[in-house]
């Protein structure tokens, strides 16, 4: 049963361009499904999460994190009582807009777009469901519903000051009252992200061998976890005893979510999803306690993991990538694909044509994105005339 405060499809806010209802799906599956189905979505799977992705076929890529998200934010939405549908949709769209290589990519073509406005992976994620995406007959872009792209937007909190371009653009015409909280789903969703890079960091960590199960039996949860599962079956198999005592971790923080949450919306006792909007304080959150173990694996992860010298190698390596491929479109942008060529016409001056640059790298895949790096430098196996296509 859905609590009053959950967001309800048939009170949605519409879409921007309306559409007829479907008979047989809410309007936040539709924008659940549209997601999946596509173009930036399919290219997840080959964007880089923590290593580049043909670096091992076992290490999470962008798409098999979303999923992992989905999943997560789905429990724990039903768990209070939520629209699931919705939910999903924005754990699924989250990270839409991320560039090839992951937050290295986005660094790097951050500072390259520093004289056109920046570069922002929620804000692209946003143009990429309004304007991007270029496959329906009626509209560019999803057409998703207001819900859904309130809960992209602003998932990880209301957005103030100077906005990305990509937002700012679009909330010209279509207000996500950026200035509140979105929806508790929405909460949800960004909560489960945190949720699930924090335990499958931990596993591809010690996939990589940058760490050890000794290593992190000294953290906070995980070391209980693996007393748990060394008190309960001794002598396991060391891959076994390490996915036990992983799914422990994953499992002491989804229940801490859910009963911190469930009482903080108790205390909170909105009746509407607005009333969560305007609460001026999210309602889905970590204890207290919980937050400060996980700061401690976060800065774990960084020193032993994201710092670690084999993934700094690798980061300086595909930084120089996006920092060679900007200035090359930007000198010579008949050489983006001929479905591009029409916004170029169209640009009226630097900063036009950088962020169509920006659009088009940041769509790139990273094994995409270092074969074209390899062909403009001339390459001859990466010479074949349908790459440039």
Known sequence: MQASYASDPAKARGRLIAEEESSFRSCFQRDRDRIIHSSAFRRLKHKTQVFVEHEGDYYRTRLTH?????????TVAGALGLNGELTEAVALAHDLGHTPFGHTGEDALNALMQPYGGFDHNAQAVK?????????????GLNLTWETLEGI???????????PYALADYTAR???????????????????????????????????????????????????????????????????RRHEALRRVFGVMV??????????????????VDDIRLLGRPVIRFSDALWTDLQKIRTFLFARMYRAPSVMDKRAEVTQVVDDLFPFYMSKPEFLPKAWQQDIEQATDQTALARIVSDYIAGM?????????????GDPEDAADEIWQ
Not at 198 to 220: M, Q
């Open 66 to 74: 979303s999923i992992e998200v989905a999943q997560v934010a789905r």
């Open 153 to 163: 937007a602003k998932h990880n909190g209301p957005v103030v000051g100077d906005l």
């Open 128 to 140: 990429i469901v309004t304007s991007l995406e270029r496959h329906y007959a009626d509209f560019d």
């Open 174 to 240: 279509h207000d996500l009252e950026l200035h509140t909280h979105a929806s508790a789903e929405a909460q949800v969703a960004a909560l489960a992200d945190d949720i699930a890079y924090n335990n499958h960091d931990l596993h591809d960590g010690l996939r990589a061998r940058l760490f050890t199960d000794d290593d992190i039996c000294d953290l906070p949860i995980v070391g209980q976890a693996y007393q748990g599962v060394d008190a309960r079956y001794p002598g396991l198999n060391p891959n076994r």
């Open 365 to 377: 895949t990273d094994r995409f994105a270092l074969q074209r790096h390899r062909q403009f430098r």
């Open 255 to 272: 229940a801490d979510v859910i009963d911190t949450s469930r009482d903080l919306l108790v205390r909170a006792a909105p009746e509407t």
